[in-house]
């Protein structure tokens, strides 16, 4: 998503799980604005573990690259329990992963981005931030209808009358593939990038990071790391095929 020139020099705050996709997000804001500050939120996650995976995230990116560790500002954490007790899901309570009646999977958090959004809004008013980036997609993703494009801008709009502001809300994965946001992490950050995010995000719901597989971190069977895996191989088949 190009930026005007003015928007380089404004502060950004990425929602930041430690997650391979905000990952990607992180990285990507970092190479377009000045001020770059990061939001994780502990809602009684069943994968909780994905939050301790965050300061080595940051620290790793901050290492790479001098500009980037000039523009990374503070790290926030929010509590928001009350998503955990409204919540009958797989995402938030022990229980088998399974698709619904509804079609979708049971480790959809009813409400849960809609939720960060607009507290994260409410921080970026404090912190005198206009943009928001997030790492909602509806390529390669589960069907979680709070990540669609059109439920993105509808809040947008929705948070702009509310708060009387101006936010941009911005979706640098919404189109992309799994395949292609590796894709953009190596475009940005090279493969140091790539492995950084490999070894250190976390992305599978159960919280399991015993086994370190080619793709990072998970049991391979849930449905994050099946998007995860596929993704990682279609990213190495495209490089292959350019060797």
């Known amino acids: 998503m ?3 020139e003015r928007d380089q020099h404004e502060a950004a705050i990425v929602l930041f799980s430690g997650g391979q996709d905000s990952a990607s997000c992180l990285a990507w804001a970092l190479a377009r604005f000045n001020r770059v500050e990061t939001l994780g939120f502990h809602y009684g996650q069943r994968h909780a573990v994905e939050l301790e995976c965050r300061a080595a995230l940051r620290e790793g990116m901050a290492a790479s690259n001098p500009l980037w560790r000039e523009r990374l500002g503070p790290d926030h954490t929010l509590p928001l329990d009350a998503l955990h007790m409204v919540s009958e899901t797989a995402l938030t ?11 979708l999977p049971n480790t959809f958090v009813p409400g849960r981005n809609l939720l960060f ?5 409410a921080l970026a008013a404090r912190r005198t931030i206009r943009h928001i980036i997030t790492g909602v997609c509806e390529t390669d993703y589960s069907g979680y209808p709070d990540c669609r494009d059109d439920t993105i801008k509808s809040l947008q709009v929705s948070l702009n009358l509310g708060m009387e502001r101006r936010y941009v809300i911005h979706t640098p994965l919404m189109w992309l593939s799994k395949a292609e946001t590796w894709m953009l992490a190596e475009e940005l950050g090279g493969q140091d990038l790539v492995s950084l995010i490999n070894r250190e995000s976390h992305t599978c719901y159960t919280g399991q990071r015993e086994t370190l597989h080619p793709w990072g971190y998970g049991c391979g069977t849930c449905p994050a790391c099946h998007l995860r895996q596929t993704g990682w191989e ?5 490089k292959a095929e350019h060797a």
């Not at 309570?93 to 079609?103: K, L, Q, V």
């Not at 959004?117 to 809004?121: D, I, K, Q, R």
């Not at 279609?234 to 495209?238: K, L, N, P, V």
């Open 117 to 121: 959004l607009t507290f994260a809004a």
């Open 234 to 238: 279609a990213y190495q088949a495209r």
């Open 2 to 4: 190009p930026l005007a």
């Open 93 to 103: 309570r022990e229980a088998e992963i399974t698709i619904t009646e509804s079609g």
